[in-house]
């Protein structure tokens, strides 16, 4: 089955009970047993929920995995993967990702005695460089936040082959149309479906995705035990937003490649960040692990000032100032205060997340509204 099939189709029958094309959304909290114990597959909704059932076929089949575990936001997911391993791990990271992310690792597990090392790892010798007995796990970003760089899944998975190690990969900027990390040898996919996958702004959600039916079993036990589990209402705003994922993302690249390149041309404009542009050192990569380059564009003005930056940014009106991704509106945003704001202003100046780096995610209107859009602001500077 094809992608653009899968996605309205997968995972995906009939209400049995009415012949419903679309996926009830089953409110419910508990279910009715025909005797103790015996029940039709659910029991209490925190442990299952059709809606969800559905849900998590829908995503397993989409990045090629067999199981699918969803939960109520992305870093929730993120929670019950870090909640495998155990006191005295070590988890290797791209130096380069999401500062919720980066919060989770550091703030709250990095307490409870598992060693967090931030690098860049797509050099690999890096990353061989980094491992020792007690590396667990390889947390990957590809394409990061918000620099974009690109990691090269397969080496990575190669290079930790038969040690015992697992590979993770946050799939959210990529989405699973264009990429799927499971194919390239990674164990585990995480994404926060709130971007993407929903892809209206209207719902927070997050998923696991993997073929490793030990690792599966594992994370369902998180899910149920822990329960940060997503309601019926947001799987069924997940579940169609999924039905058109391909036409909005394929949409929002074509935007995105035009973009960067008014950007690249502009004479205010210092720097580009775009994994499509032959210059990227992520370029080549790219292309063989990725079906397009993505939606997400970062910039820098000339002279790095945080005073231009912000004349830009309060000077758009179809690109609205505010958090998240991926949605079918434009957005842009300041890194350094808003998604990255609790990493140490040190830290992110070793990656180039400069005070004046602007991030755009760009959606699915007129590109040449858009670009107007960009050239008045860019004129205020």
Not at 150 to 158: E, G, L, N, S, T
Not at 186 to 194: K, M
Not at 312 to 318: A, C, E, M, Q, R
Request: some cysteine; hydrophobic content about 40%.
């Amino acid at each position: 089955m094809k992608f653009g099939t899968k996605v309205i189709h997968a995972g995906v029958r009939p209400d049995p009970s009415t012949g419903a094309i679309m996926t009830p959304i089953y409110q419910t909290s508990t279910y009715v047993q025909e005797a103790p114990g015996v029940h039709k597959g659910y029991e209490y909704a925190r442990t299952q929920n059709p809606t969800r059932t559905v849900l998590e076929e829908n995503l397993a089949a989409l990045e090629n995995g067999t199981d699918a575990i969803c939960f109520s936001s992305g870093l929730a997911a993120m929670d019950s993967i870090l909640k495998l391993l155990n006191p005295g791990d070590e988890v290797i990271s791209t130096d380069d990702l999401y500062g919720g992310s980066y919060r989770l690792m550091t703030k709250v597990f990095g307490k409870y005695g598992i060693k967090f090392t931030f690098a860049g790892i797509g050099d690999i010798k890096k990353l061989e460089s980094l491992i020792t007995q007690k590396t667990k796990m390889i947390w990957v970003e590809t394409p990061t936040n918000p620099m974009l760089n690109v990691i090269d899944i397969k080496a990575v998975c190669d290079a930790v082959k038969d040690k015992g190690i697992f590979v993770c990969v946050d799939n959210t900027f990529a989405s699973p149309f264009l990429q799927n990390p499971l194919d390239l040898g990674a164990d585990l996919v995480v994404h926060s479906a709130t971007k993407y996958l929903g892809g209206h702004s209207d719902v927070i959600h997050g998923a696991v995705i993997t073929k490793n039916k030990d690792l599966a079993a594992q994370l369902r036990f998180l899910q149920n035990a822990v329960g940060a589990v997503p309601g019926p209402q947001d799987c069924f705003l997940v579940l169609r937003g999924i039905k058109t994922l391909h036409l909005r993302v394929e949409r929002a690249c074509q935007n995105a490649e035009k973009i960067a390149r008014y950007l690249a041309e502009h004479p205010k404009v210092a720097k580009v960040y775009y994994p499509g542009f032959p210059n990227h050192p992520g370029h080549e990569v790219a292309k063989k692990q990725m079906r397009m380059f993505g939606a997400m564009v970062s910039f820098d003005l000339h002279g790095n000032s945080e005073e231009n930056a912000r004349k830009v940014l309060s000077g758009t009106h179809l690109f609205s100032l505010a958090e998240s991704l991926g949605g079918v509106e434009s957005l842009i945003g300041h890194p350094a205060s808003m998604t990255h704001g609790s990493i140490p202003r040190e830290e992110r100046l070793k990656v180039g997340l400069t005070d004046s780096l602007i991030r755009l995610s760009v959606g699915i209107e007129d590109v040449d509204d858009l670009i107007a859009d960009l050239a008045a602001a860019l004129d205020k500077v």
